[in-house]
């Protein structure tokens, strides 16, 4: 996955270089014969890697798209793929006759691949639908935006764009409906803050963050993932997870934390009503960031931050997340 920019390079500009990748292997630490998940497959960079140290890998993607085009590399590296939410990886796993893994990696956001098609509306840069759903179901971004009331499009954007002015370009956008174009958009939000050419970044790039993000739950997806690879994991087993974002930096860093014994608070998204018993992972690895050297042939590493921690062999406590048992 890559630095969520709507306004980045399109396709051809830009290769799918995976982001920290020595840094992810050196955290996962892979001994031939050991089965690893790769829950956000992308272009399959990651996973090909981890493969060619001799990992037996499991990749989930929930982009139709990336399961298709990623079938003959998946195959030519010995790769399980599979359609599916990393969030559903222990059911995913039990159904392929898999209880545990000695590692999980996640490459959280969105992928290169999606940004760089206009049709997949991710991006302003060329002008395409409104889209930007990651499984290519559900709710569109010009179906939210011109049906959703404009507190709620408001909050969306504050909340997930951590957009101050979200208001006035919620009341912008609901004057201009019906949207349909990622272009329409992208005047709109310009419009609404008083945008200028020469501006050095676009106001445009955090609405669309925004709406992505909340479209796809990727939140609560990532709150959901990581209790999933908290359970499939081995004593001894090894999370690496990659973020572009403070937003998801924030809920990996608390994460982390709670579970290795920093602090037993429950997360916004996902409240726990039961500490855990025992610290399930051991104290996390120092955060990871790009260095020169990989921001002068990638800079889309510029966002990146790697945090990574070892599973200690204490049980998942039982908890109630949302009101269910589990």
């Known amino acids: 996955m890559i630095a969520p920019d709507p306004s980045g390079p399109q396709s051809g500009d830009a290769p799918h270089v995976p982001v920290l990748l020595a840094e992810v292997l050196d955290a996962l630490a892979i001994s031939p014969g050991e089965t690893h998940v790769d829950g956000t497959f992308g272009a399959g960079g990651y996973s090909r890697a981890m493969a060619a140290q001799g990992a037996r890998v499991i990749a989930f993607d929930r982009d139709p798209d990336a399961i298709r085009e990623g079938a003959d590399l998946a195959d030519a590296a010995g790769i399980t793929l599979i359609e599916g939410t990393f969030s559903r990886m222990e059911a995913l796993l039990a159904d392929a006759a898999v209880a545990r893994v ?4 996640l490459d959280i ?5 999606q940004l760089d098609r206009a049709d997949r509306g991710f991006s302003f840069q060329a002008d395409g639908p409104l889209d930007m759903r990651m499984s290519k179901a559900g709710t569109s971004a010009a179906d939210f935006l011109n049906d959703a009331p404009e507190d709620t499009i408001a909050d969306v954007i504050y909340r997930y764009g951590e957009e101050p002015k979200s208001r006035r370009i919620a009341r912008f956008i609901v004057a201009a409906r019906p949207l349909t174009r990622t272009g329409e958009l992208a005047a709109v939000v310009r419009r609404a803050l ?7 970044k676009d106001p445009a790039t955090r609405v669309f963050q925004a709406i992505r993000i909340h479209l796809n739950q990727e939140l609560e997806e990532l709150e959901r993932g990581l209790e999933a690879a908290e359970a499939v994991l081995e ?3 090894r999370l690496a997870i990659v ?3 403070s937003l998801e930096d924030r809920i990996v ?3 982390l ?6 602090e037993a608070a429950g997360s916004r998204h996902l409240p726990m009503q039961m500490a855990t018993a025992a610290p399930t992972f051991a104290k996390p690895a120092r955060a990871v960031r790009a260095g020169p050297a990989e921001l002068a042939r990638n800079p889309r590493a510029r966002s990146a931050t790697l945090r990574s921690a070892v ?3 204490a049980p998942v406590a039982c908890a109630l997340v949302s009101g269910v048992r589990v």
Not at 102 to 105: A, D, E, P, Q, R
Not at 109 to 113: A, D, L, P, T
């Open 102 to 105: 000695s590692g999980v990696t």
């Open 257 to 262: 934390r709670r579970k290795s014994g920093g």
């Open 253 to 255: 860093k608390q994460f």
């Open 311 to 313: 599973r200690t062999d």
């Open 194 to 200: 008083g945008h200028k050419p020469h501006d050095k």
């Open 235 to 237: 004593p001894g087993g």
């Open 109 to 113: 956001g969105v992928s290169s691949m």
């Open 243 to 245: 973020t572009f974002h």
